[in-house]
């Protein structure tokens, strides 16, 4: 059996921190993570992986039914230190809450203002999917409160802070109400309340708590018919670094930048007998780093995404979309394939640009930066952004033609964003020091051929696409898929060819020679 230790820590978040942010933020969501897609394919091969959550996640159900992973077990420690492993769903209602008597409520498009004698008394902030979130409550002009929900519909925790966030505290409850821990701030001290099975009542911080649980529960579960995997980060190798685990059931999973390799950090590596590589740039990396280990595990080159045959139907449209992911460019270098793409533009009335990014879409960045290129192409009458035509002419002082084509801004937050976006596209353009690993797999399955700067194990030169040695070959490039369907043909039957190769029964057969071995 799997069991997997995931990294799904925001950047903004403490170690053991996994408290979701409101349905509206615009905060950083977890996507394209390793460990999902790994857990994803192995539950839909009826493999019964496990997860080991050492964060405290009142809105886990919540992410987990996001990521079409819902059926998937899980040990929580937090449900675990507050006896809530058993609870039920149900929903919870903030109106069945005991309020004042004569409590008003206001509602917002994003949430819902409580008023008690025109005066605030609390805001009540909601999740994905409209469960209660959580309700903050100024107690009184130096003191506030935040009551935290689970989303299985009972109250999880209780933070409190003075005006000044100087002090305070933040007490876990039990699904009867009973404080299970406290945790000081900011010292983040923790008291242990009750009996929970710990060797101490009192923790210098969380992080050693959680380390004592997660290395107890571990040391009883790897037994020689199981194995760990750990997606490679800090926290999680100091999470691991007093567990005494078997080297033969633990594996590290290497994705993205997630870690800096450092020879600390090698050495803490080298407690697993299985490195996973994502990357040919991370695989070619480990190699190296490895040499100088005593005992030198095995390093595999494996996406952590698998392919699957769904194809595009652009080849049935007139118009040719072209998408370009311009994440990974200096400026200059953003400005330079604009102008390409713009001079393909004025001279193929088909072709209609997507640009993509992972990042949070800068509107007035992108209009200061690249816009002045329309106007020095002479094309301000036939291509636009497409928030520029959202918006009011009053507002832009612009008058938007009918015969503008609209160069589409897509802000890639989840995968669906970036299937459905590929399923009329006729080029993926992405031209960083490190191609997105997801768009080169989600494009193979897809169908479509990609041009790229650097040469991976994903696209192959003349084959599913190009690897061009300078900005200047890329007219070239995208005439030689758009110019006619030859080229483009033969990509789409060579990346057939290539979807076996990364398909789920191939990386699950992988997988199961990690556990057998």
Not at 87 to 99: G, H, K, T, V
Not at 160 to 189: I, M, Y
Not at 364 to 379: D, F, M, S, V
């Amino acid at each position: 059996m799997f069991y997997f230790l995931p990294s799904w820590k925001q950047a903004s978040q403490t170690t053991w921190d996994a408290t979701p942010q409101p349905w509206y933020s615009a905060a950083h969501k977890i996507e394209f993570d390793d460990t999902v897609s790994q857990l994803r394919m192995l539950h839909e091969a009826q493999q019964q992986p496990k997860i080991v959550l050492t964060a405290y996640s009142p809105f886990l159900r919540t992410f987990l039914q996001q990521q079409k992973l819902l059926g998937v077990a899980y040990y929580s420690v937090f449900d675990d230190l507050q006896k809530t492993t058993t609870m039920p769903m149900r929903s919870l209602d903030f109106l069945d809450l005991n309020w004042p008597a004569d409590i008003e409520f206001n509602y917002t498009p994003f949430l819902v203002i409580a008023s008690l004698h025109d005066r605030l008394w609390a805001r009540i902030e909601f999740g994905e999917g409209g469960r209660l979130l959580k309700i903050e409550r100024p107690v009184n002009d130096q003191q506030t409160k935040t009551y935290f929900f689970d989303d299985r519909g009972f109250l999880s925790s209780i933070k409190f802070w003075d005006q000044a966030r100087q002090r305070g505290s933040h007490k876990f409850l039990s699904s009867t109400g009973e404080v299970c821990l406290q945790l000081a701030l900011p010292a983040n001290t923790v008291r242990v309340k009750g009996a929970l099975g710990l060797k101490q009542t009192e923790y210098p911080d969380l992080d050693s708590l959680i380390q004592e649980r997660v290395s107890n529960y571990l040391s009883k579960t790897l037994t020689q018919n199981n194995f760990l995997m750990v997606a490679a980060s800090t926290e999680n190798l100091a999470l691991l670094a007093a567990a005494n685990l078997p080297r033969q059931r633990l594996g590290f999973s290497i994705f993205s930048n997630r870690l800096s390799f450092d020879l600390q950090t090698c050495q803490q590596l080298a407690k697993g007998k299985v490195w996973l590589a994502d990357t040919d740039q991370n695989y070619q990396l480990l190699v190296a780093k490895a040499q100088g280990l005593p005992n030198p595990p095995q390093i595999r080159l494996m996406t952590p995404f698998d392919s699957r045959l769904n194809l595009g139907h652009s080849q049935q449209l007139k118009e040719l979309k072209i998408l370009w992911l311009f994440d990974g460019l200096s400026l200059p270098e953003q400005k330079q394939v604009f102008s390409v793409l713009l001079a393909q533009v004025a001279k193929n009335p088909a072709i209609q640009l997507t640009l993509a990014t992972y990042r949070q879409l800068d509107q007035t960045k992108l209009a200061t930066e690249l816009g002045p290129l329309i106007t020095q192409a002479n094309l301000n009458d036939q291509v636009i952004f497409d928030f520029q035509k959202s918006a009011s002419d009053e507002e832009n002082d612009l008058t938007v033609s009918a015969n503008q084509r609209l160069i589409n801004c897509l802000p890639i937050k989840k995968e669906t964003d970036l299937i459905k976006e590929l399923s009329a596209t006729r080029l993926i353009i992405d031209l960083a020091a490190k191609p997105s690993l997801f768009l080169q797999i989600a494009g193979i399955s897809a169908g479509i051929p990609q041009i790229n700067r650097v040469v991976t194990s994903y696209v192959q030169p003349q084959q599913n696409g190009l690897v061009i040695r300078s900005l200047t070959e890329l007219t070239a490039a995208i005439d030689y898929y758009l110019v006619g369907l030859k080229h483009w043909n033969q990509a789409l039957v060579y990346a057939t060819e290539r979807i076996a190769e990364f398909s789920s029964q191939k990386l699950l057969s992988i997988w199961q020679s990690l556990e057998s071995k």
